[in-house]
């Protein structure tokens, strides 16, 4: 089956699929007050916040005493003054061997699907993900994790998982 064709499976199918997984927890809680996170996930900038091209990464901190993903999907929104221009997979899910495929479903949303047809490695503490953006106007612009269901497989790796605050660029 091509990648493609798992992609339109959806998250819940294609982690029955490649997991043989019986159950799907019902997602993620949401820690709005944790600005950083000891064990979930963390959008961290990484250029000026006034850059006219800002990059956002997306860092994973890993709790050892749970399964790690061996899929994953997550679920971004962004401000209208931004406009994402690419995606690249960061060194955590290249060292477990798994391809990122970045889609922008609507306006102000993307979609970010990781996994391997080949690789069943489960993916350690790092950055997943560097989105590129470009950036017009004036103003705050934001990038949130949309947290709608679970983002990782197996369910058992959403346990405990905490969704970093929405990050903020100021002018």
């Not at 080949?118 to 350690?124: A, I, K, L, T, W």
């Amino acid at each position: 089956m091509s990648l493609l064709n798992l992609l339109r499976l959806g998250p819940v199918a294609l982690a029955l699929l490649l997991l043989g997984s019986a159950g799907c927890d019902p997602g993620p809680g949401r820690d709005e007050s944790a600005a950083t996170n000891p064990d979930g996930v963390n959008l961290l900038l990484t250029s000026a916040a006034g850059g006219a091209e800002p990059i956002v990464r997306i860092h994973f901190v890993r709790d050892a005493q749970r399964p790690g993903p061996r899929v994953i999907e997550l679920k971004l929104d962004h401000s209208d003054n931004l406009t994402f221009v690419g995606a690249s997979a960061g060194a955590a899910l290249l060292a477990a061997g798994k391809q990122l495929v970045a889609q922008v479903p609507a306006p102000g949303r993307l979609r970010l699907v990781a996994l391997s047809t080949g690789s069943m490695d489960e993916v350690m503490s790092g950055d997943l993900v560097e989105l590129r953006f470009r950036r017009s106007g004036t103003g705050t612009a934001t990038v949130d994790f949309e947290g709608d269901g679970p983002v990782f497989a197996p369910a058992e790796a959403n346990q405990g998982l905490r969704l970093g605050d929405p990050l903020v660029l100021a002018d």
